[in-house]
């Protein structure tokens, strides 16, 4: 059976911060959230409606950015006391404090590989930070202004880094030099990050704006003008079919990235959008605004079905591999013509680029473009056309596009061979599933054994303790006994 796409849900909203929240991230691990403030604190919010959540105190500043580490067991934040943190996301919250910085640090993200940090900051400058070693490595320095955002490539081997100059700018990390340099925009560039299998990037702008390049062939992609005032921050979904941006009209948009258009609108925040993050799986996504709340929303809207997923998009047999720097031409600045560039519209088919590890997901079938999940969240007919107009179109459009063919005609393949992929599919999302539930078990074994190994190491050092303690009481005793016993006369 096909599975209907549904609209994303507002799953929980957490109260605790004092003030606007700033950044938010979640664990790939365990389940928890962990969201940064204006207040100064960071909090660690457990996914789990029983356990509780903990509040850190150490930043004497807003805190401006928050990562949780690949492997989960750290979480960095930065903040404009010009300092970053590394913290142990336990009860204790113990952190390591990096200084390099001369000014505000406005973002802090961790390497793919976890070994590495990249900060940026209003100094103007990129800095990356050995994790193991705790200590700055080098620093980046060609933008003219304050530097908003940084991000690693998924390979490591780039970084991408935009700011208030109005550039977006590529470094390469061997050679710590600036290998392209994008300067079409009307404002700040505000945020910025690659897609899953790094080869492209997108930014935002403070003029309303997302854009995303291909960094191989240098070209502008997709253009979406969705939002009445600056946008904050976006995040890809791990398919990389979908994005969710923030921004000071206090929505949140939701793009299908192969459609080439917005598909919801979300009113869940009372001002300004400062922050959305989707979940390592895509199955959740969280946004922090200036009311002082952390949303939690269920994506849904991602649902899919195997079988569709091979007949949709059986002729995406071969993936396009990250791209090599050789790959990514000019080397050198390079000024975007932007009556050539701008794609307002662009056409499924010329994001199929984009997704060079898709994961095969398929298209969109709805083409409602805004919802109405609960009480706090309105449509919205922005960027669209009326409501009867999109039903009718939407209409159309899925009865096109819902068609499926056999894949003897898609591919040109035997239809017993296709029922016997479909079943290797099928037996694949089984060993999937059955992989998910050991990985569970063995992270509850883990969590037992180191609980286990706690407890034994306290029950020694008790045992140890108390042995001292009847060491030290016999030689009191004795000393006692030689004090008291009568001396010997000559």
């Known amino acids: 059976t096909l599975s209907l796409q549904e609209d994303p849900t507002l799953e929980r909203h957490f109260k605790g911060h004092k003030d606007a929240v700033t950044c938010a991230d979640f664990n790939s691990k365990h389940k928890q959230l962990a969201s940064g403030s204006a207040d100064k604190t960071l909090m660690i919010w ?111 081997r780039l970084i991408a880094s935009c700011g208030d100059d109005r550039t977006v700018r590529l470094w390469d990390t061997s050679t710590k030099q600036c290998i392209n340099c994008f300067t079409e925009y009307g404002g700040s560039a505000t945020f910025v990050d690659f897609n899953t299998s790094g080869t492209c990037i997108a930014s935002s702008g403070a003029d309303n704006t997302l854009k995303i390049w291909d960094i191989r062939t240098n070209k502008l992609l997709q253009h979406y003008q969705v939002h009445s005032a600056g946008i904050n921050c976006f995040s890809f979904h791990p398919s990389g079919n979908y994005m969710i941006s923030g921004s000071s009209d206090s929505t949140v948009k939701i793009l299908d990235l192969l459609e080439g258009r917005l598909i919801y609108t979300l009113h869940g925040h ?136 056999p894949l003897e005609m898609r591919s040109d393949l035997p239809m017993n061979f296709s029922s016997t992929l479909e079943r290797i599919v099928q037996q694949l999302d089984v060993l999937t599933q059955t992989v998910s539930v050991l990985e569970e078990r063995l992270t509850l074994t883990e969590d037992k054994l180191k609980e286990c190994l706690f407890n034994q190491s306290q029950i020694l050092l008790q045992v140890r303790g108390e042995e001292k303690d009847r060491r030290r009481e016999m030689v009191e005793e004795e000393r006692e006994g030689e004090s008291g016993s009568p001396v010997a006369s000559a």
């Open 46 to 156: 457990n996914l789990n409606p029983k356990a509780r959540a903990f509040r850190f105190f150490g930043h004497k500043d807003v805190i401006t950015g928050v990562q949780f580490s690949p492997a989960g067991d750290l979480v960095v934040s930065a903040s404009q006391d010009k300092t970053v943190r590394l913290w142990t996301p336990s009860i204790k919250g113990e952190s390591m404090v990096f200084k390099a910085h001369t000014a505000t640090v406005r973002s802090v993200s961790f390497s793919h590989d976890g070994q590495r940090l990249v900060t940026a900051s209003d100094d103007k400058s990129v800095k990356v930070w050995s994790v193991h070693r705790q200590r700055f490595v080098y620093s980046l320095n060609q933008h003219t202004n304050w530097v908003r955002c940084a991000r690693f490539s998924p390979d490591g």
């Open 270 to 405: 009372k001002g300004p959008v400062l922050s959305v993050a989707f979940s390592r799986g895509g199955d959740f996504f969280a946004s922090g605004g200036c009311d002082a709340q952390v949303l939690m929303w269920k994506t849904n809207f991602d649902s899919f079905d195997y079988r569709e997923v091979l007949s949709r998009h059986s002729q995406r047999v071969s993936p396009d591999p990250s791209p090599h720097l050789t790959d990514i031409y000019p080397r050198g600045p390079h000024l975007h013509s932007a009556q050539s560039g701008l794609l307002h519209s662009p056409s499924p088919l010329s994001f199929k680029a984009i997704n060079g590890h898709a994961n095969n997901l398929p298209a969109r079938r709805i083409a409602s473009t805004s919802l109405n999940p609960n009480e706090d969240c309105h449509s919205s007919g922005q960027g669209s056309t009326s409501g009867s107009q999109s039903r009718q179109m939407g209409g159309r459009r899925g009865e096109e596009q819902g068609m499926t063919y």
